[in-house]
């Protein structure tokens, strides 16, 4: 089994998570929150990468990255280095990938905590920031955990997006995925089924794990 | 108080403000608040008492006007800038949070730990919100609120979540925990037992407009227009014409009958008010009394009502009459027959008709 490629796909899907725990709170709850007209527009953008051929994603952040492209120059001009084909430029890719997968269950759960505990707390005099961090995401913790677990999960299993913007570098770009594809184009099917199972078991696992400890842990919490 | 301008930067909430719903219902609330006791915001369901409070509180912003809260603007402050404690309909206590945790949600530790004790919570500290009865989770309500030091207490409907007997021991507990507070109150409900119980003050809404306020007793007993009085519950509102006044009493023709009232300056057309217990039914119609009215009517129907009976009658116009039980069955009350209804000219009240266009309401 090819376990380089098996330890880099966790640490992009690691990496992943994280930074879309980061970016994806602040725009699932705006995302909810917001009364703004073009909000569905904001939406639509977020809920691309559900539609979009993983092939286009990656196409036009290939073009972004590029070092004619402002991101890439100014990413050269700060680290001297490349996005294209590189972790960084895969991680990127990965996170625009992966957005709705964190920030709509996020939102979901954002949404169903009662606003009048959201008002009760403004009415206590503490701000919005505070009332977040304490009366909005623990009571949104059990769409806050299935979307991060998504997003690892969704991650791991991602494709389309590496090829374009990663290519196939051992060790730097070739994810699992990439991985049982060499090995199918190999005609190495031993190899290609193994890691395949392998993929499998760790996605079933993860996934009964989130779905079991929601209903063990968060199920005692009242209304939901 | 020390003049006019006292009015504006005492210890008063001067609202005038003017909203509109979504729905097309307008608010337009005119009022001067004293900052003193608790003040009952009374109304129908959809008077628009619920969406008063939320502007005060800063949760809604008002369309125009202005709120000034002894003398300073609050109208474009953000709810946590205003310092109005609020109490939703129910409790809306952090349900991740023990009882302990609630109250000491946005308070100094030690003022929480007193609330605690002082509203007797000690026990229930570890407990969540679900576990607790509807009763206690209002005391943890109000504790929570009062411990985050509020200038003002607003309360939405706060007896409304409990079971009826729990309703009404919390009357007098609410307004004993209420005055302890020392915070001014304004307290929302549509029950008129409520607002006795509660309020030193009553402020009436009808179709999204503050029409009275006053003394809660005052308000009840002299409702300014048609409308209040009906709002307030007093069973008989009858259209009247004042076509003579002698020795201090007008005379009205109210329907097919003749009432007196003591003379308060109305003339023309008015609306009568009578509670209906204040009127007295007999079957002797010769007996002298000192009320002035006695009317001849008809019983129309006998409602019991527990230790109470509802008496309507026909005496020209209809009128209600509420007498103990025990009363109606030694006067052998039945339908159609023919008694007295005894009024004291005291007990009619004349109220104004209301008309929206030159009617302000009557602030004191």
């Known amino acids: ?224 | 108080m020390a003049g006019p301008l006292a009015n504006h930067t005492g210890d008063f909430l001067v609202c005038d403000c003017r909203k509109r719903l979504a729905s097309g219902f307008t608010l337009d609330a005119r009022v001067t608040l004293p900052l003193t006791g608790v003040t009952v915001l009374f109304g129908a369901s959809g008077s628009g008492k619920t969406t008063l409070l939320r502007l005060l509180a800063g949760l809604e912003r008002p369309d125009s006007g202005s709120i000034v809260f002894r003398g300073r603007p609050w109208e474009s402050l953000a709810p946590q800038q205003r310092r109005a404690g609020f109490l939703f309909q129910d409790y809306a206590l952090f349900p991740h949070l023990t009882v302990a945790e609630n109250v000491a949600y946005a308070a100094p530790p030690a003022t929480a730990a007193g609330l605690m004790e002082a509203f007797g919570l000690d026990d229930l500290a570890d407990r969540l919100p679900h576990a607790i009865s509807g009763g206690q989770q209002q005391r943890t309500a109000l504790a929570r609120a009062l411990a985050a030091g509020p200038e003002l207490l607003l309360l939405d409907e706060p007896l409304s979540a409990l079971d009826a007997p729990t309703r009404l021991r919390m009357r007098y507990e609410l307004r004993r925990l209420l005055l302890a507070g020392g915070v001014p109150s304004i307290v929302v409900t549509h029950d008129r037992m409520e607002a006795v119980a509660l309020g030193d003050t009553l402020a009436v809404m009808v179709e999204g407009q503050i029409r009275q306020f006053g003394p809660v007793r005052e308000v009840f007993q002299r409702p300014v227009d048609r409308q209040v009085a009906e709002a307030v519950g007093v069973e008989n509102v009858a259209p009247a014409e004042i076509i003579g006044r002698e020795g201090g009493l007008l005379i009205l023709q109210v329907g097919g009958a003749r009432l007196e009232c003591v003379d308060s300056g109305e003339s023309g057309s008015v609306v009568a008010c009578i509670h209906a217990e204040d009127v007295a039914v007999t079957r002797d119609s010769a007996q002298v009394s000192s009320a002035r009215n006695r009317l001849a009517g008809r019983v129309l129907a006998v409602i019991m009502e527990g230790a109470l009976a509802r008496v309507e009658l026909d005496c020209g116009f209809p009128l209600v009459a509420v007498v103990t039980a025990q009363s109606a069955a030694d006067l052998a009350l039945r339908e159609g027959e023919e008694v007295s209804a005894v009024v004291k000219a005291t007990a009619v009240h004349l109220a104004g008709h209301f008309d929206a266009a030159h009617t302000r309401p009557r602030v004191e």
Not at chain 1, 58 to 85: D, E, N
Not at chain 1, 89 to 109: E, K, R
Not at chain 1, 190 to 208: G, R
């Open chain 1, 1 to 224: 089994m090819d376990w380089q490629a098996i330890w880099l796909s966790v640490r992009l899907a690691v990496s992943t998570t994280a930074i879309l725990l980061v970016i994806g709170l602040p725009i699932a709850y705006w995302i909810t929150y917001s009364t703004r007209r073009w909000k569905f527009l904001v939406e639509a953008l977020v809920a691309l990468p559900l539609v979009l051929p993983p092939t286009v994603l990656g196409f036009y952040v290939l073009l972004a990255m590029g070092p004619r492209s402002p991101i890439g120059a100014l990413y050269a001009r700060l680290t001297g280095g490349m996005l294209p084909f590189s972790f960084q430029g895969l991680l990127l890719g990965s996170v625009l990938y992966s957005m709705p997968f964190t920030v709509q269950p996020v939102a979901a759960a954002f949404g169903a905590v009662d606003r009048r505990l959201i008002e009760a707390s403004w009415c206590l005099g503490v701000s919005r920031l505070a009332t977040f961090r304490r009366v909005i995401v623990p009571l949104a913790l059990p769409g806050v955990a299935t979307g991060a677990i998504l997003t690892f999960a969704h991650t791991l299993g991602e494709f389309g997006v590496v090829l374009m913007v990663g290519g196939n570098i051992a060790g730097v770009t070739r994810t699992v995925s990439i991985s049982i594809y060499d090995q199918v184009q190999a005609l190495d099917y031993a190899a290609a089924a193994q890691t395949s199972l392998f993929l499998l078991l760790i996605s079933f696992v993860v996934l009964a794990a989130t779905y079991g400890l929601q209903r063990r842990v968060w199920g005692v919490w009242p209304g939901r």
